[in-house]
């Protein structure tokens, strides 16, 4: 009959809004845990089937639904850890939780967050503080990638770091500008050579030297000034073998005296008048040594009487050690050494499920895959639907306190009003048992 569905309607009501009561409680007990993701309850209609089809109309009540909104994230603030990520905008970190045993048999169950506070821990993973390690596809020794799966965690592993790590890299390219005396290839130079020591880095960060020879050619009494010198070059790490031995010429005519001319080769590769350079083979390898084009007053010159460098810059490192990690906007994370070197060691992809409020909640602000949520694609950070991931940055809880305070007045009002109802068809029916008497 009508007024037991009313009843019905107004325990469903009871019943309703004490579960959107604990979704408020909830949000307002974590409005200060970071990377919280808000609950909320929807409610829905109930309808009895017939209810208005006779004229008379029977209370169906109603239902509710709980669910985290996980595509709703707070705001960013920063910290003074590198490796606190956020995410901003869309996606979500990938994290895992496996065991010691799991991560031995390569089982890596995939969880999603939006946030974490990453420390190294005592096996050298990024880990946070609830024991969620974080993700990332490996690099090539040279920062370069393989082309990874998208749609699986295949070739996702946790990011391990090893603070005791050492790295160098070798010299491949030196920029050499000296200034050479004219008054040496004169008949009245006294043939003396000019030396110079320049380091270089091999394959294992050990340093080695290359000795630089310039010897003038002098002409003979009253002749005129040559404007040649020869070049050669030592490597210490050959035992002192030239590799490289060149005549250098030099222009004396108006507006170009003094530059290069021509350059020929004995022993070395040949000179590049495109790049100015020449290439020698040391014992760690080739190296590319920039002198200067054709007539280029910023490289190798011949003017005035003094022998001067006047630009040595070369790459290479010798071994360094770790100081600490970093992640960039696209996810790429980096080691930086003491001796100047940055070098990339993974990938954090970003994770982009259709329906992300579909997921279910893991402990620790984490999500989890499910069929209704739809399959996951991992993307580049900054790339297709997703954000950007930032350092030094955590984010906030998504819960807004003062909307949650206005709820939970209206979820009391409510649960008042349907108490209401309860007692109000419980005086009615004892009216009508009271019609027997």
């Known amino acids: 009959m009508t007024i037991s569905s009313s ?93 010691p045993a799991q991560l031995t048999d390569g089982q890596l169950p995939l969880q999603l967050t939006s946030t974490g506070s990453f420390e190294i821990n005592d096996a050298g993973y990024l880990q946070s503080p609830q024991g969620k390690m974080l993700l990332g596809w490996p690099a090539n020794f040279d920062g370069s990638f393989e082309n990874f799966p998208r749609d699986t965690v295949a070739g996702l592993e946790p990011v391990r770091v090893n603070m005791s790590a050492f790295t160098g890299s070798a010299t491949t390219e030196i920029d050499l500008a000296v200034n050479l005396p004219a008054t040496g290839t004169e008949d009245t130079g ?16 050990k340093p080695e030297a290359l000795t630089i020879t310039f010897t003038p050619t002098v002409p003979a009494a009253g002749d005129p000034a040559t404007n040649e010198w020869a070049m050669t070059i030592a490597d210490s790490a050959s035992g002192g073998a030239v590799i490289g031995d060149y005549t250098l010429t030099f222009a004396d005519v108006r507006d170009l005296g003094g530059t290069l001319a021509g350059v020929a080769d004995t022993v070395g590769g040949a000179y590049d008048a ?38 040595i810059s070369k790459d290479g490192n010798a071994a360094g050690n770790m100081t600490g990690v970093d992640v960039d906007d696209n ?25 992300a409020n579909a997921m279910n909640s893991a402990t620790g602000q984490a999500f989890e895959v499910t069929r209704e949520s739809g399959g996951f694609l991992l993307w580049n950070a900054g790339d297709g639907p997703t954000g950007t991931i930032a350092n030094f940055a955590l984010q906030e809880s998504a819960t807004d306190v003062a909307k949650e305070l206005t709820d939970l007045i209206q979820t009391q009002r ?10 109000t068809v419980d005086e009615m029916l004892q009216e009508t048992t009271n019609l027997k008497r």
């Open 331 to 355: 996810g790429y994370l980096r080691a930086q050494y003491d001796n100047g070197i940055t070098r990339v060691l993974y990938q954090i992809p970003l994770v982009d499920v259709p329906d």
């Open 7 to 99: 009843l019905r309607a107004g325990v469903t009501g009871l019943a309703a809004n004490a579960g959107r009561l604990a979704t408020i409680s909830d949000n307002i007990a974590n409005s200060s845990t970071l990377g919280y993701k808000r609950a909320v309850t929807d409610f829905t209609q109930m309808v009895v089937n017939g209810s208005s089809g006779s004229g008379r109309y029977t209370a169906g009540g109603v239902s509710s639904s709980a669910f985290r909104v996980a595509n709703e994230g707070g705001a960013i603030t920063g910290t003074s850890n590198a490796t606190d990520l956020a995410v901003s905008g869309r996606g979500f970190l990938p994290v895992t939780a496996a065991t």
């Open 414 to 423: 409510a649960y008042s009003s349907n108490a209401k109802i309860v007692q």
């Open 274 to 311: 495109q790049t100015g350079s020449i290439t020698v083979t040391a014992d760690a390898g080739p190296i590319q040594i920039n002198i200067g084009e054709i007539g280029d007053g910023n490289g190798t010159t011949q003017l005035s009487d003094v022998f001067a460098p006047v630009q």
């Open 190 to 205: 006294d043939g003396l050579p000019e030396e110079m020591t320049l380091e270089y880095f091999d394959n294992l960060g």
